[in-house]
């Protein structure tokens, strides 16, 4: 946090430094002489020496012409000469042309650090954007994007499909990250539409040490399709979402310290992570502005998701990259395929409050289907972008009936998170979450509350990003005789990269791997063959933006 605060308050320096060089040069405008105004007090004193001179020869003396010649090796004694040029571009123009000229040539100046937004700005229509609040010197990632919206249409971008904001801000269903967050995918237009699609599949081979690992091959990924348009003075979205992770089948893939859910409607799943259904999200939104820079929302999605927790971990910019889940699904997003969401909200500038009514239930083993349920369950989150580079999100939410496998029992959740973006140098992307979820069960009259907590950071330079996951939970679902025994605390720690390389234009292929260390309390450490087990994975993948 200090670094970036260090970063920011630099970033103003410059662009004060970066003000507009009008300003600079009219603070040099008194020593530079100009001739006209050097002269008009030598022509008073010759009019006062000589009262009884002739008027003819009163006339002939303060003529301009002849020390004007005289004011030249003035200009050029100045060492600001250079930098206003346009004074001997016109040097018939008289000295009053001149003047003018000086005031009006550093207006037309380029900021020294200009060239380093990677946007076209010439084709830009700056009226509709406020430069003013971003610091010039940090990119194109510190452009303040607040009032675009109105402008997206014109053909340089895409706004909010929420409201009047960048569409850099959006993420998995209805939540929010950074304004400078990587926002890929292959965008066009047609007959009023403005579609985009984006997609990754990943082929990886999965080891998990010790007595509760395996090993793997499997695919996993997902393809999204979007399509927005305006309507009245907001925009209709339509969203879907598939993934090829059914085709793994039923039992998921090995992963130590996960658990939760069920893969067959009869085991639940223990040291392993569990497939996405086919269809990940079918979703529609319409949104309407109420002011220059708010809105009101409404969002469906049968699958969807509601409002709780950050962004789901696949579209988290610090660790989207990661083939590997996070132990912490189900305290924070595990929620972000539930079939049946209805979610409004209302976006006032960087804030944004949103409530939803879902249905609770985890999906069951069938995942190629679309499944329905009562709209049981209800989230409440507030979200905050203070800055570019900062968003926030804390969110409530009760569960009806979560567990397919254990009737009954209901979940409250809490979540609070912190998600960073933003060019920490030309050509250098930093991206990172700290994240806190607890939930709590009210098992036998008895509340029982877990908590897990996970930071997490990506590094990006060219074709390269390394990333890195560090998590702890309290789990009680890691022995399968007890479902509500004592609460485990287990870590992990992984560490990976993927190195990426473009083969068309919107096409990508990679390579990549991780190394993860787990951390086993005693009390589980002889199931596991000792209190540190290991697990890697290996994997090549395609993208598509």
């Given amino acids: 946090m200090t670094k970036f605060l260090t ?44 009262k009884k001179a002739t008027s003819r020869k009163a006339a002939k003396k303060p003529a301009v012409k002849k020390p004007a010649a005289k004011a030249k090796p003035l200009e050029a004694e100045d060492p600001h000469a250079d930098h206003v040029m346009p004074m001997q571009q016109a040097p018939a123009a008289g000295p009053e042309s001149a003047q003018h000229e000086h005031v009006a040539a550093p207006a037309a100046t380029e900021p020294p650090t200009a060239d380093r937004w990677q946007t076209d700005h010439s084709q830009m229509d700056h009226s509709q954007m406020g430069h003013g609040s971003a610091p010039a010197s940090t990119g194109r ?106 085709l793994m089948g039923k039992r998921g893939y090995p992963l130590l310290l996960a658990a939760g859910e069920t893969a067959n409607g009869v085991d639940r799943l223990i040291d392993r992570q569990h497939p996405h259904d086919f269809f990940m999200e079918l979703s529609g939104s319409v949104s309407q502005n109420i002011g220059p820079t708010s809105s009101l929302f409404l969002y469906a999605g049968l699958p969807g998701e509601p409002a709780f927790g950050p962004p789901a971990f696949m579209h988290r910019e610090a660790i989207m990259d990661s083939p590997e889940a996070p132990i912490s699904h189900h305290w924070l997003d595990s929620t972000h395929i539930s079939f049946g969401v209805l979610t409004a909200g209302v976006v006032l500038d960087r804030v944004k409050l949103e409530v939803s009514r879902f249905n609770g239930r985890e999906p069951d083993q069938h995942r190629w289907n679309i499944e329905t349920g009562p709209l049981d369950s209800t989230a409440v989150r507030v979200s905050w972008n203070p800055t570019r580079a900062l968003s926030l999100q804390a969110s409530w939410g009760r569960f009806e009936d979560l567990e397919q496998l254990e009737p009954g029992v209901d979940q409250k959740r809490w979540s609070a998170s912190a998600l960073y973006a933003r060019e920490i140098a030309p050509g250098w992307k930093l991206a990172g979450t700290l994240a806190w979820g607890r939930k709590t069960i009210d098992h036998h009259g008895a509340a029982m509350k877990d908590d897990a907590y996970v930071a997490e950071a990506a590094l990006k330079h060219g074709g390269w990003t390394v990333f890195g996951r ?46 993860s260390l787990n951390f086993v309390p005693d009390g589980l450490a002889p199931r596991y063959g000792g209190h540190n087990p290991v697990g890697a994975m290996g994997f090549v993948r395609v993208k598509l933006h």
């Fill in 7 to 50: 970063a920011t308050v630099s970033a103003l320096a410059l662009a004060a430094l970066a003000a507009p060089a009008s300003a600079q040069h009219h603070q040099h405008m008194p020593g530079m002489q100009m001739p006209q105004p050097a002269k008009k007090p030598a022509a008073k004193k010759k009019a006062v020496a000589k």
């Fill in 141 to 246: 990632s510190e452009m303040d994007h607040g009032g675009m919206a109105a402008a997206e249409h014109a053909g340089h971008g895409m706004g909010g499909a929420f409201g009047p904001y960048p569409m850099t801000r959006e993420s998995s269903g209805t939540a929010w990250q950074p304004d400078g967050s990587e926002h890929e995918g292959l965008m066009i237009t047609s007959g009023g539409w403005d579609l985009m699609a984006h997609g990754v599949v990943n082929l990886i081979y999965d080891h998990q040490s010790d007595r509760r690992g395996d090993d793997k091959l499997f695919a996993a990924g997902m393809l999204m399709g979007m399509a927005r348009r305006p309507i009245g003075d907001g925009t209709l979205q339509l969203k879907a979402m598939l993934s090829p992770d059914p």
């Fill in 470 to 515: 560090g998590e702890l939970t309290e789990n009680r679902e890691l022995l399968a005789e007890d479902e509500h025994g004592e609460a485990f605390k287990v870590g992990k720690m992984s560490l990976g990269a993927v190195r990426d390389f473009r083969v068309a234009e919107h096409l990508s292929l990679g390579a990549g791997g991780l190394f």
